[in-house]
Nanobody, 124 residues
Framework: VNLVESGGGLVQAGGSLRLSCVASGRLLSSYTMGWFRRAPGKERELVAVINWNGADTRYADSVKGRFTISRDHHENSVYLQMDSLKSEDTAVYYC??????????????????WGQGTQVTVSS
């Protein structure tokens, strides 16, 4: 399974970005998919994850109300809409996937497949 992220970049505080992650090599419609991030000097942390059918999601408290995760089975993809960005959102954002797809663990080590990451930088 190969996960490829896109959509990162430099944005001013208060702005928006939309991250995309496309999977190849296997259809991930039965997998949990999501996003983690790692800021400089910090551990990789949960941002948002979504279950196999999109009916259940889990967000970090720090992004609730600002970020929205979604998925598209036809595109074998997961997305992260990020609004009202803050400087503390600056990090490398990673796409992740795991099976089975009904669980939403918040721990990075519970995820099997990872992308290479995309940098998000929010200037204040």
């Amino acid at each position: 399974v190969n996960l490829v992220e896109s959509g990162g970049g430099l944005v001013q505080a208060g702005g928006s970005l939309r991250l995309s992650c496309v999977a190849s090599g296997r259809l991930l419609s039965s997998y949990t998919m999501g996003w983690f991030r790692r800021a400089p000097g910090k551990e990789r942390e949960l941002v948002a994850v979504i279950n196999w059918n999109g009916a259940d999601t889990r967000y970090a408290d720090s992004v609730k109300g600002r970020f929205t995760i979604s998925r598209d089975h036809h595109e074998n993809s997961v997305y992260l809409q990020m609004d009202s960005l803050k400087s503390e959102d600056t990090a490398v954002y990673y796409c992740a996937a795991r099976f089975p797809g009904h669980e939403l663990p918040p721990i990075a080590t519970d995820y099997t497949y990872w992308g290479q990451g995309t940098q998000v930088t929010v200037s204040s």
